[in-house]
């Protein structure tokens, strides 16, 4: 196991230390990159003696006969580790990851890598709200890094609230975590439905819902991660889809469900994340509906539930179904589990005390047809649908011993 470890420089860069010792300890071969600025809080000699590894602290060296061999270190550095983790992540580092900068090794690297990227954000709590900052956090998120904390509290600058870098064991953790993930969704064809659907009212108004598509989007990262071939459906949302997945988008619930029935046969997964639209008008007037002084009222028409049908084709298949709730999640999850025959419900609490919808955290509810309920605490998206693939093969497991 290699690890790259860039430390930027800010004053947590004394803690990226303690974290370099903690790798190596745990037995990964630590490559640490410092910018010019993390050189003015630590001496590059501090992590050479924790890491037993030169460390890398310019795109060109000095010395004349190094010349050549620097020239192409940072595409060397990249293809030799597995992972790239940046802690401490400063501001300057996470806009100049955004933006595709490269000015100096750390940056330069971070272009050049293909693996896994870890950021370990830490920053005064003003630079950390500030809109550029969480612009360029949502643009790294939405590439699929791993962004770390930060944890809340005392800052260096005296001010309180998020900035501070997580610690080292947590982040030692992760790193490890992401390191020994298997690719044991191998063989796998996973199909995910995200995001919401429309529904239309007329040729310029829809019904639609607050959904993000974020929840679906982790699920098929994570997949294409764990080796799976991935099928997308996606009702209309403002996200990249991940590289790798075959694509499919589609606007109302009619068409999403031809669009699963079509892609039913080779999928071995089924994770139904969309928000569906539960009713629609049945059929679209071919005008505008024109403003008069009278009320007027809309006929809906339940539209066909997908889930509930695949539940009666799923053969073999493991199905998992989401539920968004207000209220008594774990009874309205076992509930739905039963009506639409599903292996596992994904239950969600929406509305002012729940994380979910637009957020790029959740915090779920994982209810399992062995009678089962495993609480999953808030974490980022991609962290619950990690979670959700782990328990999901563990429960295929638990079904084809009981049978
Ligand atoms: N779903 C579906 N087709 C629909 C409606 C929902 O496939 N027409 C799926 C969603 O993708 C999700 C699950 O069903 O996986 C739960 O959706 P939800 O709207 O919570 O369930 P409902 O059956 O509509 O139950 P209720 O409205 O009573 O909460």
Redesign the pocket.
Known sequence: MRVALGVGGGIAAYKAAELARLLAERGAAVEVIMTAAAQQFVRPLTFAALTGRRVITALFPNEEADALTAAIEHIRVAQENDLLLVAPATADLMAKFARGIADDFLTTLYLAFRGPVLLAPAMNVNMWHHPATQENLGVLRARGHRIIGPGEGTLACGMAGPGRMAEPEEIAEIVFAALSRRRDLEGETVLV?AGPTREALDPVRYLSNRSSGKMGYALAQAALERGAEVILISGPVHLAPPAGAKVVRVET?VEMRRAVLEHLEPATIIV?????A?YHVARVPSHKLKKTAARISLELEP?????AELGQKKGDRLLI?????TENLRE?ARR?LAS?NCDMIVANLVGPEGAAFESDDNEVVLALATGEFIEVPRASKREIADRIFDEALKLRLALHASR
């Open positions: 439905t619930a139904k994340a969309a928000a569906v539960d539209t066909p539930d997908i889930l179904g989401f539920a968004a709730e309205e739905k639409k």
